[in-house]
């Protein structure tokens, strides 16, 4: 008996660009892309719904949900969350979810040898990072996702080392004073996109060498963002109720 082809729905809301993905069957993968952080909330579904129909599908014909993780933008983050939630309690399907990070070095062309970090602004002095060797199979992660100072993050890196991620629009030149060897990857390498969630998943993983590039999520404890740090409000609360 021929297996099915499946029907595959990926979001990615973390970054200033959203990204849908969406494969039917055996047919091609198509992305749409929408720059805006404030305007989330109000593009994702209408976004969702002109993709399904162009396929001739309804939310219902989708037999797997994916979802970029994060860290990244806190709103962004609740927005994908917050739908895909609102989806799985109409039908119960499976869902697959991947880190930020992973889904920015999914896409970056492999070159043996290459130390690749993939970075993102965090505010405040603060970012995520994670690091990655390239090797026949893809990039291999060398750590696991991080949240670290800017000055203690480029103070390790090793000369020539490749740098993708939001990262590069506000500390490329303070990188360059500190006179940090590096190659600045294009902008196409700055923001998360949804495309590898489907290409992860039909691969069966790990998807560019990246062990544990998707991880099952099982329910309400696990459809929950990575946000690796706390929201500036709980800073704030708990700055506060430690000098009360």
């Known amino acids: 008996m021929k297996k099915k082809s499946l029907n595959l729905l990926a979001l990615e809301t973390s970054s200033s660009i959203l990204s849908v993905a969406l494969k039917k069957g055996a047919g091609k993968t198509v992305e749409k892309r929408l720059k805006g952080f404030l305007r989330h909330a109000e593009n994702l579904l209408p976004l969702m719904d002109r993709m399904l129909r162009k396929e001739r599908l309804t939310c219902k014909d989708v037999d797997v ?6 860290p990244g933008s806190f709103t962004g983050l609740r927005i994908g969350f917050a739908t895909l939630k609102a989806l799985r309690v109409i039908q119960k399907k499976p869902c697959y979810g991947a880190t930020s990070l992973d889904l920015i070095a999914a896409r970056v062309p492999v070159r043996e040898g290459a130390v690749l970090s993939v970075t993102l602004d965090a505010r405040k002095e603060k970012i995520f990072s994670r690091t990655y060797l390239g090797k026949k199979g893809g990039w291999t992660a060398l750590n696991e996702a991080r949240v670290l100072d800017f000055a203690s993050w480029a103070d390790g890196l090793p ?7 939001d990262i590069l629009e506000r500390f490329q030149k303070p990188l360059e004073e500190r006179g940090v060897k590096f190659r600045a990857l294009p902008s196409r390498y700055w923001t998360p996109s949804a495309l590898p969630l489907i290409e992860g998943f039909e691969k069966k993983l790990p998807a560019a060498g990246i062990k544990k590039f998707l991880k099952k999520l099982n329910g309400p404890k696990d459809e ?4 690796f740090r706390l929201s500036e409000a709980e800073e704030r609360r708990n700055h506060a109720a430690s000098n009360a």
């Open 224 to 227: 929950i963002p990575l946000y």
């Open 65 to 70: 949900f994916l979802i970029g993780r994060g």
């Open 159 to 165: 000369e020539g080392v490749w740098i993708a991620g």
